[in-house]
């Protein structure tokens, strides 16, 4: 049994939608089919609704070009004796849609639940239509098996509820084909929709993949694959036909957008293989990602990746609070509210100055949270001095045997300073397949060529 995802590029127009039929069509087994909205319609959802919640009727202008699209596909795609009642269905749904856009306005206000509600739509009919475009395809509401749960503010996957859900919902499968909207969850405690986030359908694919015993999941895009660097940056980037679970991890934590980051985490647990593939390129034989890749590749650099709007946050130990110290009451007060930290440096002795890299959204949330954790506790002047370095990025090399190659990141910045690019701090990766730098901005692209030339061309 295989599980496939596709995303809103891959069903994002007629034509596409006729390569997923095809895709879909010729597995020999039975399949889960994972899709996303229709491509660029979710941030459609979102235009129309803060539109409306502006007091603008110009809602209604986005409203109806979601409408058409969804028609497009209905009489464009749906067997002819089924569009109409197909398009009843939809045409519910946008109702039902309608109204929530109805009532933002009215209230001039925007929750965030209600944004979720909105959001949902997408998933919600993209995956009805497509389960009467494939044939003898059943239709399953993800909203009745991924369950979530609220962290710090932020709705995660309850990955025990959900799975024991899946195996519920999908024990009657044999050779059919189930459709099953991704992105889109459920709280567990009070039922109110939800979603897993932007990329958030790779997501849904890897939870049922990992609940239900998965022989591959199977990530189809509107790439070949993933690539040594990008390929709008870098000209000459090439596919990498086999990575090992951690460095394409590693990848996409560092900004690889092939798949979203926690997709990995319930595949690699029960050592799934997942496949890159293109929807648009069905031949190509994509990347394959395992649990290792040692025994065939041995060079150090895998590929390269870079994160833009990117902050440092520095902070200055002192007598009080010398470096160690100050390091891991730093990273427990981040850690405990739920910010993400891209890279922080080690010291290397007692007055060492602390970097800290973060997405720059993240950064003044950060800062409150540091300067709180200190305030009451010591006099003013023996606060440490906490500063903000902005326009920043990343540039991280990513290898499974960069753990044992020590000189790798001696090189990395040798090579970058040489070309007089500056590096404002370095540090590895948790897993030790990563090797990351923060970079002026403006010299990233200039980082990135250099790094692919000399490490992977």
């Known amino acids: 049994m295989k599980v496939l995802k596709f995303g809103g590029t891959s069903v994002g127009t007629v034509a596409s939608l006729r390569n997923v039929k095809n895709i879909v069509e010729s597995q020999p087994g039975p399949v889960v089919v994972v899709v996303s909205a229709l491509g660029g319609v979710t941030d459609m959802l979102i235009d129309a609704a803060r539109k409306a919640a ?48 109805r009532g933002i306005e009215l209230v001039e206000d925007l929750s ?98 990992a609940a239900l015993g998965a022989s591959v999941l199977e990530i189809w895009t509107d790439v070949d694959g993933f690539m040594t660097a990008d390929p709008r940056i870098i000209k000459s980037a090439y596919v990498i036909p086999h990575l090992s679970f951690l460095e394409s991890m590693d990848l996409c934590n560092f900004g690889a957008k092939v798949i979203y980051p926690p997709t990995i985490y319930p595949v690699f647990h029960k050592n799934i293989p997942i496949k890159i593939l293109n929807t648009f390129h069905p031949d190509a034989p994509g990347t394959l990602i395992t649990d290792t890749h040692r025994t065939q590749v041995p060079q150090s650099f895998r590929g390269v990746s870079s994160i833009t709007d990117v902050s440092l946050i520095s902070l200055k130990p002192n007598v009080l609070f010398p470096s160690p110290a100050l390091r891991n009451r730093a990273l427990n007060v981040m850690s405990k509210k739920g910010v993400d930290i891209l890279l922080s440096t080690h010291p290397e002795s007692d007055d060492t100055v602390l970097e800290f890299a973060l997405r720059r959204e993240a950064s003044k949330y950060a800062l409150e949270c540091l300067r709180q954790d200190f305030d009451g506790e010591c006099t003013l002047a023996d606060i440490p001095e906490i500063t903000e370095t902005h326009d920043v990025s990343t540039v991280t090399v990513v290898g499974e045997n960069l753990k044992s190659d020590a000189s790798a990141m001696q090189r990395v910045i040798h090579t970058l300073q040489r070309h007089g690019i500056e590096v404002f701090a370095h540090a590895p990766g948790s897993s030790g397949f990563a090797q990351t730098a923060v970079i002026p901005s403006d010299r990233l692209h200039e980082a990135l060529a250099l790094l692919h030339a000399n490490f992977l061309e």
């Open 112 to 209: 965030a639940r209600t944004l979720c509600k909105v959001v949902s739509f997408g998933e919600r009919i993209s995956s009805l239509v497509i389960s009467h475009i494939i044939t003898g395809a059943r239709h399953y509401d993800s909203l009745n098996f991924i369950k979530t749960e609220n962290w710090f503010g932020r709705d995660i996957a309850d990955t025990e509820l959900t799975s024991r859900l899946i195996t519920a919902t999908f024990n009657d499968l044999e050779a059919g084909v189930a459709i099953v909207p991704g992105f889109i969850s459920t709280d567990r405690d009070n039922g109110d929709i939800t979603n897993l986030g932007r990329g958030g359908s790779d997501y849904t694919a890897a939870l049922i993949a």
């Open 54 to 101: 502006s007091g603008s009727n110009e809602w209604r202008l986005v409203y109806d070009k979601i409408l058409m699209r969804h028609e497009d596909v209905v009489f464009g795609l749906v067997a002819q004796d089924a569009q109409e009642k197909v398009w009843e269905s939809v045409r519910q749904l946008l109702h039902r849609l309608r109204d929530y856009y």
